[in-house]
Structures are given as structure tokens and as C-alpha cells.
């Protein structure tokens, strides 16, 4: 639904032009913002430039500016879309009180919010900047509570190139499409707790924190592992869980989700080759979620495979859980 300002937006109108909000405005450089700026006529029925990027707006046309974004009468092009991406994501917040953006512009807006604070997380993985990931992982589940398949939009927009940051945030919107399909149900009735959902996005989109401390040249090498190097990789889960008490995150559900993502449920995985239900439901799920991430992109050792394959893949794989293979499955049969 798209909020209307004191007039009547004509229809075709935010086909091509964003109506923007205050908040929106005063996040941007007052005197120099980042986008063309159009003024609705409404004698006239059109828009036409107010402000060009590479300008220097006035006092006096901040002020104006100000009055006539109230008015509801300040627009930006949709075709700008890619910048004001980029500027939200930095303030993600401003997500959940624009009410002119579309969910699948939302959707754009988290996807680049949340790669880029998982990015800066892995540089420099120490409790500050893990704040600013929390907050915004905060503002996702916020945006999730009060309707979870709004997830859909996000789970179409799956990252399609390798990284540790990108695997991740495609782990934790994956993770979060198989819980909510699973638990629906539960949502519903009111049986999950805010903080059982905040603590167990947190621990998807983290569940490789450990990788942060494997050289890169191991982690990217584009060739097999020697068989150091695996033993080396091997050890992520723990050094992820050993991490967690320093960054104060010791909930079960961000433990279950570092440390288990790896195990199998007929014993054959690592770090404790836990088998069958002894492994948390969230392990199981991550697992499965995990290795399916990891096979639709394209990494330096592996092509991408096509996510339906992928799906079949794993479903024919006895180390999953087949209850979580087959709601992959279902979600993959989904995609165009
Ligand atoms: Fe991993
Ligand atoms: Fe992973």
C-alpha cells in the first residue's frame, strides 16, 4: 500500500517516481543529496526537477524543501533505486517507518544492508562492530515479527556470487524461509518468543563466524585442500563457538547454529560427530541450509549448481535431515 501524502497520488505516478518521506529526506546531506530530487506540480498534474545531484541546494530551499516533502509533494525517480539502496542500508531502521517503499524494494534494502555489516563483521570481528550487525539483524526481525512471510521477497533474492559474507546472509534468509515454513504454525498461535526468534537469526546469519579466523588462501583456494589445510578448516565450528563468549553471545540457539551446521545425522560430520537427534533441530536445519547455500553460488573450487538440482541433491543425501531436504525441496520448486 502505498502512503499518500495530502493529495491524491496519480495513478502511474509512483510507477515511476518514489514519494519520499521526512525521515528519508532528513537522512540525506541537507545541502548536497545523493539523488535528483522532482517537485509534483499539481496544477499541472506532473513532476519536474527540483534539485540535480552535483548541486548545492540553498538555506532557503532546505526550508522549502522541507515544507513541500510534508505536502507530500517531493518525489525521487525509481530509477535511482540503486542509491537509495545503498543510503538506507546505512540507516536500515528507516525501513520499518517508510511506508513508500515497495517489500521488494525492502527487500533490495536488507539484502545490501545486511551483507555490508556482516562484511565489516568478519574484517574485524570484535563486540563494537558485531553491535551494529545486531542492530540491524534487529531491525530484520522486527520487519519479520509482524508478518514472517515477508521473508518470501528476501528468499528470491538470494546472493548468486561467493563470499563469507554473502554465504551468510543468504544462510540466514534461507534459515529463516525453512523455520517459518516449518513453524508457521507456531508463529501463529503466538509459541515463539521474540527472543528465541532474535537469538536464532543472529545464530544463522553467524554460523560461520569461525571461518573469520582461517586464512583467506585456504578458505578461497581454488584448488583441493591439503589434507592441513583441512584440518584446519575443520576447526571453524569450535573456533566460532570459542568467539562466542568473547563477543557476549551465548545463547543456545547462535551455539547450536556454529557448532552443528557441519554435523550429519548418520554420525559422519564434525566437530562431535553428534548423530541423529542429538543434534539440536536448529543444527539440522542449518546443515542442510548450509551445504544448499554453498552449492548455488559459485565458488572458487565449484561451479554454482542449479538450485532445483541442488535441492534434489540434498534430499538424496542421507547425512540431512529429511524433513528439512524436503521443505528445501518445496521452497526450490517454488522458484521460476
Ligand atoms: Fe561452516
Ligand atoms: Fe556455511
Redo the contacts with the bound molecule.
Sequence with gaps: MIAKGRFDVPDGLNEEYYQISSDIIQSFNKFRPPLDIFLFKEEVGRVSPFYKVGERLSKERIEMLAELVKEGLIFVSRKDHPVYVKHIAYQLDLVLIDRNLKESEIADIFLEALTMRIGEFFDQPVGVVMEKLWVDLMVLTEYLWNDPYRIKALSRRLHKEHSLARHSVNCGILGLTMFIHQKGAAFAKGEITRNHFNRLTAGMFL??L??TKIPIFIREKPKPLTTDERTK?DK??ML?YEMLSKLDLKYKEIEACVLE??ERVTGKGYPQKKSGRDISSLGRLMAAV?SYCAMITARPYAEAIDPKQAATIIAQDKGYDPEVTRSIQAWAMTLK
Excluded: F, K, L, Y
Aim: charged share 20%.
Design positions: 554460523h560461520d569461525g571461518m578448516i571453524h565450528p566460532g551446521h557441519h548450509d
